[in-house]
């Protein structure tokens, strides 16, 4: 006799193999370790990010003033950073790939049918399997977001402008993520130098990192 659940235990089968497969292919993919550099078009500033896009390092060319327009800042911090997270996606959505086609899916599929078998042995009903499933959804989601401590809380994402430490580059914050970079002409000392400008931008980088959440 049929199982009075047994159509949603089948499409319930397909769905936890498939949350298997890419639970699986992104663990491999997760490098909080890695780094990843970006370049302005004029080559004058570069910025690293890890593998979570936290800026690790601002440099700025010792010529820069004679290659940027102090106009042209701001916008050049931007794209090298731009640059560096769009290195960081590219190579996870590669590695992603290579891992998928890596997986197992047969063993999947045993591991999922003996998982469901257990549950109906214990008649869990189809909504509370479903919580389980959702589980297994959010702890995937940590992953992607937070690599090797999953289980940390998804935070609040808030608006906000923040500055270095001596205020003369200001970075905008929207919905978790860097929307704008300026550099406050009347704030940036006649005589600035490169190391300045990198410790400035570099704190300003670290300020919206907390202010992402």
């Known amino acids: ?38 370049r302005d078009g004029s080559g ?6 890890d593998g979570r896009q936290r800026v690790e390092r601002v440099h700025f060319d010792p010529r820069w003033d004679q290659r940027l327009a102090r106009e042209r800042l701001g916008g050049a911090l931007m794209q090298a950073y731009g640059e560096a997270v769009c290195d960081l996606l590219t190579a996870g959505a ?71 430490p001596s205020g003369f580059i200001e970075i905008t914050v929207q919905s978790g993520q860097i929307h704008d970079i300026r550099v406050l002409l009347s704030r940036l000392p006649a005589m600035a130098a490169n190391g300045d400008l990198a410790r400035e931008a570099l704190g300003a980088f670290h300020a919206a990192a907390r202010a992402r959440g």
């Open 1 to 38: 006799m049929a199982h009075p659940h047994d159509d949603v235990f089948s499409r319930l089968r397909r769905v936890s193999v498939e949350l298997r497969t890419l639970s699986q292919a992104t663990s491999a993919t997760v490098r909080p370790g890695a780094r990843f550099e970006g």
């Open 44 to 49: 004058t500033v570069a910025v690293t990010v």
């Open 94 to 164: 590669r590695a992603f790939e290579d891992a998928e086609r890596d997986v197992d899916r047969a063993d999947l599929e045993r591991r999922a049918e003996d998982d469901l078998r257990s549950h109906r042995r214990r008649y869990l009903a189809p909504d509370e399997l479903l919580g389980d499933v959702q589980d297994q959804l959010r702890q995937i989601e940590m992953l992607q977001l937070y690599g090797d401590n999953p289980d940390v809380r998804a935070p609040e994402h808030h608006d906000a402008t923040v500055t270095g």
